[in-house]
């Protein structure tokens, strides 16, 4: 498999990267590492292929600088094998490797790691933090959709603590008023549903009926946005995608929009004033208080980009991860919210999350 890459971007970035560099009499001495060096920019997860080994995190600096596999260079060792989500907390960056079976913790500004979630863990998905606890989603056993569960993570010492058995397939998770959201996309097969997890009691409380395939989620305020797939064409029993809107104080659903058949919505994200998702190639937004009143932005064809493998929005731009072929690097392009395309740069393999440091 491709070996990871050498850093391509050094002058500005790698001064800014560093306190103090290597001496050149001692090739063992690591350089220390710049406790702000990436405070103001964008993280790039690049998921790698599976079973290779060749996740990374990139950095975009707000000067338009990119430097590769940051994990690596500040920590002297690779990250690990498929990088499937980050998560950022105050200090805290968490990054979620699915075929390592760990999560990374490292200080955001700086990237140095602070420790690994090594056990306890079987295919880790996402997580969300509520109340001084970590709560990572977990496939367990792929062929078994009965082993899936929430791991619920001290992060005094960075263990799990104890384990939450949930329906199959858990993938995103958030907290609305104390209790926490799973949505079942359902692993290998399709669910159509949410687990509502009471925290005190470590539980389930009740699940939530969807659509078929609910493959994101949103929580702002009382409500709950859900963003369903539907099932795909070649499931041989192709259904269509749905985005409810459901009121958290009693887990009912406020509004539904369907989707016709053939369309397979992906990727909702928010800035926190509009919702944004996509149909293939085209990036729509979406009123947060009337979910039936949608607007398309753009269509990312132009660029040779057929579909987001990963999406996000921040300060009026939009973030698009392009995986390519799946076998070389990726890119990502940055449009504005009114669809004028304003930078391309290149990405490691499969980029698919961002986070944010402004």
């Not at 350089?31 to 996740?55: K, R, V």
């Not at 399709?190 to 969807?210: K, L, Y």
């Not at 994101?216 to 099932?231: E, P, T, W």
């Amino acid at each position: 498999m491709k070996k990871f890459r050498k850093f391509l971007s050094f002058g500005l970035a790698l001064s800014a990267l560093f306190l103090a560099s290597c001496s050149s009499d001692d090739d063992d001495t690591q350089p220390t590492p710049d406790e702000a060096a990436f405070q103001h920019g964008i993280f790039i997860l690049n998921e790698g292929n599976f079973g290779a080994g060749n996740a990374s995190v990139d950095f975009l600096s707000n000067e338009g600088v990119v430097t590769h596999d940051i994990f690596s260079l500040i920590n002297n060792e690779p990250l690990g094998d498929v990088a499937q989500s980050i998560y950022m907390d105050g200090d805290y960056a968490f990054i979620v490797l699915n075929g390592s079976a760990k999560v990374e913790v490292v200080n955001r500004y700086s990237f140095e790691k602070l420790g690994t979630v090594s056990t306890g863990l079987v295919n880790p998905r996402y997580m969300t933090i509520l109340n001084g606890k970590g709560y990572v989603t977990n496939w367990g056993d792929p062929t078994d959709p009965s082993d899936d569960f929430v791991a619920v993570i001290n992060l005094s010492n960075f263990t799990v603590s104890s384990t939450i058995p949930v329906a199959e397939g858990p993938e995103q998770i958030v907290s609305v008023n104390n209790l926490l959201y799973v949505a079942h996309m359902g692993g290998w097969n399709f669910g159509n549903t949410i687990s509502v997890i009471n925290p005190g009691t470590n539980s389930v409380s009740s699940s939530i009926q969807t659509g078929d395939v609910p493959e994101s989620l949103i929580a702002s305020n009382d409500f709950l946005y859900v963003l369903c797939s539907g099932k795909p064409a070649w499931s041989g029993d192709e259904t269509v995608g749905s985005m409810i809107l459901f009121d958290t104080n009693t887990n009912l659903q406020i509004s539904t929009v369907q989707f016709p058949l053939g369309v397979h919505p992906t990727k909702l994200v928010t800035d926190g004033n509009m919702l944004y998702y996509t149909e293939a190639d085209i990036v729509k937004a979406v009123d947060m208080l009337d979910i039936s009143n949608s607007t398309t932005l753009f269509s990312t064809s132009s660029q040779g980009v057929f579909g987001a493998y990963g999406m996000a929005v921040s300060n009026g731009k939009v973030y698009i991860g392009d995986a390519g072929d799946y076998t070389s690097d990726g890119k990502v392009l940055i449009y504005t919210t009114t669809g004028n395309l304003i930078g391309t740069h290149t990405a490691g393999l499969l980029p698919n999350n961002f986070g944010f440091n402004d």
